[in-house]
């Protein structure tokens, strides 16, 4: 899913209300967002029904990168009750970002 500062507060915030809601902050020129890419479209899919996966771009979405603090990307964020519960930053192997979404299920 697409986030923009427009649509962040209905899509992460109140929908991670729900349920666990991640959110990718990623910009086009950084190399490991691209390879990270991917996998979070695939772990999307897989965990479609439990939790929720975004991405918003830092470039675009200037408002959100700098309310969350965003210095170094790609930025992974867990929401959960409209708050960060969980986070990590940088290119992670598929297995670990599996277990670690598995781990707020």
């Known amino acids: 899913m697409e986030l923009t500062d427009e649509n962040f507060e209905k899509e992460v915030i109140m929908a991670s209300k729900k349920m666990p809601v991640i959110v990718d902050f990623w910009a086009s020129w950084c190399g490991p967002c691209l ?20 991405k918003l771009n830092v470039e675009d979405n200037q408002e959100k990168a700098s309310e969350y603090s965003i210095m170094s990307i790609p930025a992974v964020k867990m929401f959960k009750g409209g708050k960060v519960v969980d986070e990590f930053v940088g290119l992670q192997p598929e297995s670990a970002i599996k277990k670690w979404i598995e781990s707020h299920l």
């Not at 991917?38 to 965990?47: A, Q, R, S």
Request: proline content about 5%; overall charge positive; glycine content about 10%.
């Open 35 to 54: 390879m990270l890419k991917p996998i979070m479209e695939k772990l999307e899919k897989e965990f479609k029904g439990k939790a929720i996966i975004g």
